[in-house]
């Protein structure tokens, strides 16, 4: 008698190596996904990242209704989260001072700003005559 063997022990080998690439392969994808909707999740666009300074006289001023002028480390102004260019900051605190003559300003300030920026920033105020202003800053612990 002859022995013949099936080519069952092959398939099996196959179809093993066939659902390890299809699950890598979907790990893959998930994998790629996730990190895509992670890094462009709009939540985490819109974050403007600035380092306050420190003071010891810090206070809180929770609850009160400010417009929140940001400087960033490289200089970039920023209106409640709305990016604006220098050139532009006058003409649009000015629209807001129309809308809302008792216009109160919060700033905050990356403590690695140049000072040049903030100079301009507090002319524009100045001349706009903007009288609430207040400055943010990091409670010293």
Do not use: W
């Not at 890094?39 to 990242?49: M, V």
Request: charged letters at 25%; hydrophobic letters at 45%.
């Amino acid at each position: 008698m002859i022995n013949i063997k099936g080519k069952q022990d092959y398939l099996v080998a196959l179809e093993s190596v066939a659902m390890t690439d299809i699950v890598l392969n979907m790990f893959i994808f998930f994998f790629i996904s996730f990190s895509l909707i992670y890094t462009f999740n709009p939540a985490r666009i819109s974050k403007i990242d600035v380092k306050l300074p420190r003071a010891s006289s810090a206070i809180s001023l929770e609850g009160s209704e400010k417009s929140i002028l940001t400087i960033t480390r490289s200089g970039e102004y920023f209106i409640n989260d709305e990016k604006i260019k220098g050139v532009d900051l006058k003409k649009t605190l000015q629209s807001k001072l129309k809308d809302d003559p008792s216009l109160s300003l919060l700033l905050k300030v990356d403590n690695m700003t140049k000072f040049d920026n903030v100079v301009k920033v507090l002319d524009v105020i100045n001349e706009l005559n903007i009288q609430q202003v207040s400055v943010a800053s990091v409670k010293k612990e």
